[in-house]
């Protein structure tokens, strides 16, 4: 199975600031990564597929970028409502595993 | 507007059975791949099963193959999830998802439920 890893795992940040988070494949994958944000007690919500492809009504400071092995997803300015908690999932190969998650909250 | 709405959570001993429900509206369900994610409490996604939009292609997580069965009937826009034999590390809240077409692949879900919440304890 293709094992997901992220980092950080957590991460405390402020209002307007730029919020990187990576996912690493143990192999690679192509494009075949999305993103999913996820707040407390709710459904998680697709923000990006196919690495870097922003889901319809996503804002767009929220960026991917990345293939085959190394993925990056990128809040531009963090905004209240963005803090939350965020996975990766690989397309690739079945079974489709998440990565462990990355939340992000106030500093 | 995209619904879905599981239900058939609930308690249940180790060992016990239970069927999941995910009831969607708002898009042609036949046309579409459906699967199950669960979320252990404090934890994160687990993938667990998928099947394709005519139900003839069905996948599982190693972790569930053997005891959980997915299954759908699109007369009635309906997904299932059959749990047997369930364990006490099976307790989760577990989510029913779309995909964006009818094969199961591309694997991201773009629409999903809220949940039922399915706790094994003796």
């Known amino acids: 199975d293709i094992q997901l890893t992220q980092s950080p795992s957590f991460l405390s940040a402020s209002v307007g600031d730029r919020v990187t988070i990576t996912c690493r494949a143990s192999?690679?994958?192509?494009?075949?990564l999305a993103w999913y944000q996820q707040k407390p007690g709710k459904a998680p919500e697709l923000l990006i597929f196919?690495?870097?492809t922003l889901q319809s009504g996503v804002p767009s400071r929220f960026s991917g970028s990345g293939s085959g092995t190394e993925f990056t997803l990128t809040i531009s300015s963090l905004q209240p409502e963005d803090f939350a908690a965020y996975y990766c999932?690989?397309?690739?190969?079945?079974?489709?595993?998440f990565g462990p998650g990355t939340k992000v909250d106030v500093k | 507007e995209v619904q879905l709405l599981e239900s058939g959570g609930g308690l249940v001993h180790p060992g016990g059975s239970l069927r999941l429900s995910c009831a969607a509206s708002?898009?042609?369900?036949?046309?579409?791949?459906m699967s199950w994610v669960r979320q252990a409490p404090g934890k994160g996604l687990e993938w667990v099963s998928a099947i394709s939009g005519s139900g003839g292609s069905t996948y599982y997580a190693d972790s569930v193959k053997g005891r959980l069965t997915i299954s759908r009937d699109n007369s009635k826009r309906t997904v299932y999830l059959q749990m047997h034999s369930l364990r006490a590390d099976d307790t989760a809240v577990y989510y029913c998802?779309?995909?964006?077409?009818?094969?199961?692949?591309?694997?991201?879900?773009?629409?999903w439920g809220q949940g039922t919440l399915v706790t094994v304890t003796s």
């Open positions: 192999q690679g994958i192509n494009s075949y």
């Open positions: 998802a779309k995909h964006p077409s009818i094969t199961v692949t591309p694997a991201y879900l773009d629409y």
């Open positions: 708002g898009f042609i369900f036949s046309n579409y791949a």
């Open positions: 196919g690495a870097s």
């Open positions: 999932q690989q397309l690739d190969t079945y079974p489709f595993t």
